[in-house]
């Protein structure tokens, strides 16, 4: 159902018409900026996401039309810290002639090993083919992960509008006030409810480590095969290895994303007895009928269903 769903949702699902728009056109790479993006312009801007619901922004493969959108906006909506590779080589080609706005400007990145995120494009093109060097240390691009850390994306969205679009200032700041006191409580709801985890268990397996930023703000353990992506495959030892350290740690959250390869995370809860506990939002939203149509939709799924399974109550 899921790969029906991924078949079928284009691109512009999240495009929404905005009849009587007197604001900029804007480009947002992915789903979760463009909803951002949406909750500080409101109807006021014309919104374009290029990898729109469902679809795996790492290795996007952007399309001519998707080149011709680039051309014509005023402003760029990126994450940056290498997670879209192929905007930078849009933009470059495309004769964009606007504003670029990076979400990210003024996080101090954790850093992640590269060879973790095979198949994407963290580490910039060319870089992952070095085998000379050990595992290489790159910037982790899942800021976003850290409801706190959403803030500076707030910052930096309403910025870029007001600099595209002056006289729509007042509303994008009413906007984003609003909206970051919803992020502040939303962030302040996540705590209360990983906190009714018992410290131990504040373990999950997933399938690709988009977490790391939510670990370290909301002290949950995350475990990833290497290897596990949506263009490799882990080594047996290597999944043996994940199997026994669940078997040993008493680890029952066991996820699914809704990008990657079920292949191995099923095996694994073959071999383990786990059931898996259901399909975790990471880098992208769902369609607007799905359970994470929006970033706050999303926490609250991701976290509805990360909260019981490391208790380990019972489905
Ligand atoms: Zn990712």
């Known amino acids: 159902m899921l790969r029906r769903a991924l078949l079928c949702s284009p691109a512009l699902l999240l495009v929404r018409p905005a009849l009587g728009q007197q ?44 080149a011709a959108a680039l051309t014509n906006a005023a402003l760029v909506i990126r ?12 933009i ?36 992952r083919h070095n085998h000379s060097v050990g595992p290489r240390q790159v ?5 976003w992960q850290d409801v706190g850390l959403a803030q500076h994306y707030i910052r930096n969205i309403t910025a870029g509008l007001i600099a595209a679009d002056s006289a729509g200032e007042a509303l994008y700041r009413r906007n984003a006030a609003a909206y970051a006191a919803r992020l502040t409580a939303l962030d302040q709801w996540v705590r209360a409810e990983i906190a009714k985890v018992p410290e131990a268990r504040r373990k999950i397996v997933t399938s690709h480590d988009a977490f790391g930023y939510f670990g370290e703000a909301y002290g949950v353990r995350f475990l990833a095969p290497q290897g596990v992506s949506t263009e490799a495959e882990p080594s047996a030892a290597e999944v043996g290895r994940l199997i026994r350290q669940i078997r040993a740690e008493n680890i029952t959250a066991l996820f699914m994303e809704n990008m990657a390869n079920p292949a191995t995370l099923q095996r694994i809860a073959q071999e383990t ?39 380990g109550d019972a489905a």
Do not use: C
């Open 23 to 66: 604001g900029p056109s804007v480009v947002a790479s992915f789903s979760i900026l463009a909803d951002m993006t949406r909750q500080i312009g409101g109807d006021r801007i014309a919104l374009r996401a290029i990898a729109g619901a469902d679809v795996d922004a790492h290795g996007f493969q952007p399309k001519p039309s998707d």
């Open 79 to 90: 994450n940056g810290l290498g997670f879209e590779g192929w905007l930078d080589r849009m």
């Open 273 to 311: 007895g786990l059931r898996v506990r259901g399909r975790l939002f990471a880098d992208a939203l769902s369609a607007e009928t799905g359970p994470a149509p929006t970033y706050e939709a999303m926490f609250r799924h991701n976290i509805s269903l990360m909260v019981p399974a490391m208790r």
């Open 92 to 127: 470059r080609s495309s004769g964009f002639k606007g504003a670029l706005v990076t979400t990210t400007d003024g996080i101090t990145p954790r850093m992640m090993q590269a060879h973790h995120h095979h198949g994407h494009d963290h580490g910039g093109a060319g870089r």
């Open 139 to 143: 910037p982790d691009p899942h800021a």
